[in-house]
């Protein structure tokens, strides 16, 4: 059985560390980062099955680190993580409106709905 790996980027330590607990326990192998500049830095392309990113990141939005991450590697499915539904609106309606809502994962989320979540979205 091939272990999934999942990158999650989100400047709440909180949240990652939680995240990491959640998915290891189901199996997956996660690494995780607290700052985008360098998640980016340290980006594998390729390597990951799921990349999770945060939309409100320092220094740079979650789109702009997915734009990034989709100039070294157009082929790792990536989703995005909010606790703001009028951000994740905004963003949605502006410049990604043709990204499937699935693709977003509003926190807080169940461990369960998480987990289904993802499966769902490395399966597409």
């Not at 990158?7 to 607990?21: A, G, M, N, R, S």
């Not at 789109?63 to 909010?82: A, G, H, P, S, W």
């Amino acid at each position: 059985m091939t272990i999934r790996k999942i990158l999650i980027v989100d400047d709440e330590y909180d949240i990652t560390f939680v995240f990491k607990i959640i998915l290891e326990e189901k199996g997956f192998a996660v690494d995780i980062y607290n700052d985008p500049i360098v998640a980016l830095s340290s980006y594998k392309p390729y390597y990951y099955d799921l990349v999770m990113i945060d939309l409100k990141l320092p220094g740079i939005t979650g789109f702009e680190l997915y734009n990034q991450i989709r100039m070294v590697d157009n082929k790792t499915k990536v989703c995005f993580l909010t606790s703001s539904e009028q951000f994740h609106q905004q963003y949605r309606s502006i410049e990604f409106q043709d990204f499937d809502p699935d693709l977003f994962i509003q926190k807080p989320v169940e461990n369960e709905i998480l987990i289904n979540k993802i499966n769902k979205i490395i399966e597409m």
